[in-house]
Each structure stands twice: as C-alpha cells, then as structure tokens.
C-alpha cells in the first residue's frame, strides 16, 4: 500500500524559507513522477512541482519558478520542496502526489496522495 507523508509545513514571514519532505513508502518509485500541488480556501488544487524519479527531471508552475527547487534522495525514498522567498500568496495547504510515468500538473492524474501540510506565510 503506497503511502505519502509530508511534514516541513509551518508559519513563516515574506521573504523566508521552509523546505517541506515527502517519505514514500510500499513500493518502488524509481517509474514515478512525484508532484507538489496546494490548495488555498476557496480555491482548486494546483500544480506546483514535479519530478520524474528516474531522470531527475524537474516541472515548476510559472507561479514559484526561480523561487521552489524540488529535489529527491533515493536512498530515503524521500522528494523534497524547498522554498525560498516565500510570498502571503503561498499560503495554502501542500499535498505529495506520486502517479506512474511521466509528469502530468494535472491533479486527476496522481493516484496517490499525502494528507498534506499547512504552510502559512505572514505579510
């Protein structure tokens, strides 16, 4: 049974930084993409980042490119998101998604999902 579990999240001020984790655990993911998406009240779920597992190959939204660097460590089966420059408009609720082959920022596409974390950034 695939699981997703982020942790990182947390309140920080504009301008700062938070980096977030996903731990991927119940199969192997080197024929994934992983994907960051987040979801702000109000508003639908959004593509943020994604990484194919077995090239490495890196997807931002426009929206945090040059700002978020989503990186993963194979030996821990873990993706991660680091974010620097943080906006108030970054504020949202982040999820970990994992779906089989190439990279999609369609959320329809993952089949797996984390619980998600809360990052609230102050002005």
């Known amino acids: 049974q695939v699981q997703l579990e982020e942790s990182g999240g947390g309140l920080v001020q504009a301008g700062g930084s938070l980096r977030l984790s996903c731990a991927a655990s119940?199969?192997?993911?080197?024929?994934?993409?992983m994907g960051w998406f987040r979801q702000a009240p109000g508003r639908e779920r959004e593509f943020v980042s994604a990484?194919?597992?077995?090239?490495?190959?890196?997807y931002y939204a426009d929206s945090v490119k040059d700002r978020f660097t989503i990186s993963r460590d194979n030996a821990k089966n873990t993706v991660y998101l680091q974010m620097n420059n943080l906006k108030p408009e970054d504020t949202a609720v982040y999820y970990c998604?994992?779906?089989?082959?190439?990279?999609?920022?369609?959320?329809?596409?993952?089949?797996?999902w984390g619980q998600g974390t809360q990052v609230t950034v102050s002005s």
């Open positions: 998604a994992a779906r089989p082959g190439a990279s999609s920022d369609y959320a329809s596409s993952y089949n797996h």
């Open positions: 119940g199969r192997t993911f080197s024929s994934y993409t």
């Open positions: 990484i194919t597992w077995w090239t490495g190959r890196t």
